[in-house]
C-alpha cells in the first residue's frame, strides 16, 4: 500500500504537532511527505484568523525538510506579484461571505490553493516514477492527532473527522482517502470562483460541502480526534447535515492494479 501525506500551509506549531503526526502517520503507513509553505514573513500574518495571526513559526524551515523528509518541497514568497493578485480576487468577493468576522477571505483562497499545490507535487512524483499512490492524506502542520486513522478499503470514500462544520457545512482540516477521490478534494481551488458566483455562500466549509456534494464519491465522518490550538475539534459544530451514502462498489488496490 503506497500513501502520500501532503501538509500545505505555514509551518506555526509544526515543532509541537510534529509528534502526533509521527506517532499516527508516519511511523504506521510510511508514507511519502510533500510540502508547499510559504517563506518566513510578517505580511502573511496579516491574512490570518484572529486568534493564530501572532502566531510564531515554531520550525525553521530547514528544520521541516530534516524531519519531515518530503519527497518534494516548495516555498512561495507571499509578497509576491502572483499572490497579490489571488488576495484583490479573494477580497473582491468579501462581500459574498458570512460578514462576521469569522473568516478571511484572503486566507481561503490561499489555503486551497495550498492544497491543490501539494497534490500537484504529488503528481508530479508519481509521473517520475510511474506509479501513483493508493491513499492520500491531506493534513496541517496545526492539527493534533489523537487517536488511530484508520482508511476506509473503498477507496471512492473520502474520511472526514468529525467536527468544524461551521455554517453547515464540512471541516476542512483534516481529509483521507484514495487517490482519485482526494484528487477532487483537494481540486476546490479550481472550482471557488464559479461555486461563490453561483450563489454559494463564501466560506470554506461550506464551499467545501457543496464541492464534496457535486462528486461520486462517499464521504465518512470518521471518530478520528483532532485538535487545533486547545480546542477539541470533535466538540465543536460537530451537526452538519448528514451526507447521504452514495452507491459504489468496493475497489481494493493491490500493488498498482485495481481489482473492481
Not at 504506521?28 to 484568523?49: A, C, G, Q
Not at 510564531?56 to 493578485?85: A, C, H, M, T
Not at 484508520?150 to 474520511?159: A, G, V
Amino acid at each position: 500500500m503506497r500513501v502520500a501525506l501532503l501538509l500545505p500551509g505555514q509551518i506555526r506549531e509544526a515543532a509541537e504537532v510534529y509528534p502526533y503526526i509521527k506517532g499516527r502517520i508516519l511511523d504506521r503507513y510510511k508514507p511519502d511527505v510533500f510540502i508547499s509553505t510559504w517563506s518566513p514573513s510578517n505580511e502573511i500574518k496579516n491574512s490570518l484568523h484572529e486568534q493564530s495571526k501572532n502566531l510564531k513559526d515554531s520550525l525553521q524551515i530547514e528544520d521541516v525538510v530534516r524531519i519531515f523528509k518530503p519527497k518534494i518541497f516548495s516555498v512561495d514568497e507571499y509578497e509576491s506579484e502572483g499572490i497579490n493578485r489571488i488576495a484583490e480576487k479573494a477580497l473582491s468577493y468579501s462581500h459574498l461571505g458570512p460578514q462576521t468576522g469569522e473568516t478571511n477571505p484572503v486566507s481561503i483562497f490561499l489555503m486551497w490553493m495550498k492544497i491543490k499545490q501539494t497534490f500537484v507535487l504529488m503528481r508530479e512524483y508519481e509521473n517520475r516514477l510511474g506509479e501513483k499512490y493508493d491513499y492520500v492524506i491531506k493534513g496541517r502542520f496545526d492539527v493534533k492527532i489523537h487517536n488511530d486513522l484508520e482508511f476506509d478499503r473503498n477507496l471512492n470514500t473520502i474520511s472526514i473527522p468529525v467536527g468544524y462544520d461551521w455554517k453547515g457545512g464540512i471541516g476542512d482540516l483534516y481529509a483521507w482517502g484514495g487517490r482519485e477521490s482526494m484528487d477532487w478534494y483537494c481540486s476546490l481551488y479550481d472550482w471557488m470562483e464559479e461555486y461563490i458566483l453561483a450563489g454559494e455562500l463564501f466560506h470554506s466549509e461550506s464551499l467545501l460541502r457543496y464541492h464534496l456534494d457535486r462528486s461520486t464519491y462517499n464521504i465518512d465522518r470518521t471518530d478520528l480526534m483532532i485538535s487545533l490550538r486547545g480546542s477539541r475539534v470533535w466538540e465543536k459544530e460537530p451537526s452538519g447535515k448528514n451526507f447521504d451514502k452514495k452507491s459504489y462498489r468496493y475497489i481494493e488496490s493491490k500493488g498498482n492494479i485495481w481489482n473492481t
